[in-house]
Each structure stands twice: as C-alpha cells, then as structure tokens.
C-alpha cells in the first residue's frame, strides 16, 4: 500500500530555494565544517551542476570543495528519509538514489527540528544498492504526483539508513592468499 500526497514541484523548488531553508542549512554546514569554512557557494539556477546533484559546494581551508546535494522537509516532522528511486514514472527516468551523482554529502534537512543529517554519498549510495530491494519491501512507498507524472521514493527510518550507511562503511575484503 503507498502513500500518495499531492506534490507541487515548483511549490517545494521555492521552499528549498528559500532563506529560511538556506538559513537551516548554512548554519549546519558551519557547525560540521567549523572554521575551516572560507565560503559558501549555491548553485540554484547552474544547470550542469544540478544535473550531478549540486546544489550547493562548502569551500573550506586548504583548497577542498565539498559538493552537496540538499532534501529540505520544512513542513512536518518525519521519522524517515525518502530515498528517490524512480524520478518520472512516464519516462522511466530514475531517481536521485538510483544515479551516478557528482557530490560528498547529501545533506537532509528539517526545519521543525533544525536538524541536518549529513550523509556522506559514497556511503548511502552503496548502502542503497545493498538494501534497495529489502527496503522497498519492508518500507512505505511514498507517490509524489505531479502534474502528468509520478515521483516515487521509500520511507526508510532515520535510524536504518544511519545503520546501514555505517554497515557499507566497513569494508571486509577476502584474505590475501600467499603463493
């Protein structure tokens, strides 16, 4: 059974381009990076960079950018995180989960809780492709309806993408074997 709210694309692009979402999230990015922090660049209407999932690069001390892609929830309180799996059901395009993005962090953000979780890619996204399939199973598909077309993600809870992400972390290889 999913869940299915009604999504106004242009509506939640405002809100995540908003003061008060930029507000939120610069002030996180200070409290992660600290003062190594030299500048904060967005890149609302840069389509090349948006298109690898950059919404936003933290410049910081000793000349490394960190590339960013921003979730802003700024209405409610959610246990979960939506994972975008398929990002236009009419074309079959796939979601922001499912693709090669350019970035370090994906950084998910809420505002009625003034929390960012940040999440490094590498991690998520092989935790993605190891749980995927269990978590589109056990967890609640949500449909975001547009206008002409679909939007579906799944609402993992906070807690089991945090484990997962620290599971994918730890890579145990085969022994080397000694000829």
């Known amino acids: 059974m999913s869940s299915v709210e009604t999504h106004d694309f242009a509506e939640h692009l405002k809100q995540a381009n908003s003061s008060d979402a930029y507000q939120l999230f610069d002030r996180g ?11 904060i660049e967005r890149h609302p209407n840069d389509m090349r960079r948006q298109r690898q999932g950059i919404d936003v690069t933290v410049h910081v001390a000793g000349d490394h950018d960190y590339r960013i892609e921003e979730k802003y929830r700024p209405d409610r309180i959610y246990p979960d995180i939506l994972l975008e799996y398929v990002s236009v059901d009419t074309t079959g395009a796939p979601g922001w989960m499912e693709k090669d993005l350019h970035i370090d962090y994906l950084a998910y953000g809420f505002a009625k809780l003034q ?26 598909p949500v449909a975001a309806r547009n206008n002409g077309y679909t939007t579906w993600s799944v609402a993992v ?15 145990v290889l085969e022994p080397l074997t000694s000829e």
Do not use: H, S
């Open 29 to 39: 990015y200070k409290r992660f990076f600290g003062t190594r922090i030299v500048r």
């Open 157 to 171: 809870p906070i807690w089991d993408v945090r484990k997962a992400i620290g599971d994918a972390a730890c890579i």
């Open 115 to 140: 929390t960012i979780y940040m999440l490094p890619w590498p991690a998520l996204k092989l935790a993605w492709e190891i749980n995927k399939e269990k978590w589109q199973t056990l967890y609640k």
